[in-house]
């Protein structure tokens, strides 16, 4: 069960600070005009940010030798 909850804390830590980050990307840039896709919606941007940070945990991820 600890093998778990350590495999999936990285993952979820990532995507929490990458929508974190993505919404506070929206509020202090953001697109007043709303020609940006990604920035011009707060629920995009989080969702665009998360997802990379999702994929950001599996790039520094050690590899284990069986």
Do not use: H, Q
């Amino acid at each position: 069960m600890k093998d778990k909850k350590k495999k999936w804390l990285r993952p979820l830590i990532f995507t929490v600070v990458g929508g974190v980050i993505g919404y506070v990307y929206y509020r202090l840039v953001g697109c007043p005009t709303g020609g940006c896709i990604i920035t011009s919606n707060p629920y995009i941007s989080t969702a665009y940010m998360a997802l990379l940070g999702f994929l950001l945990s599996g790039a520094f991820e050690k590899e284990s030798v069986d």
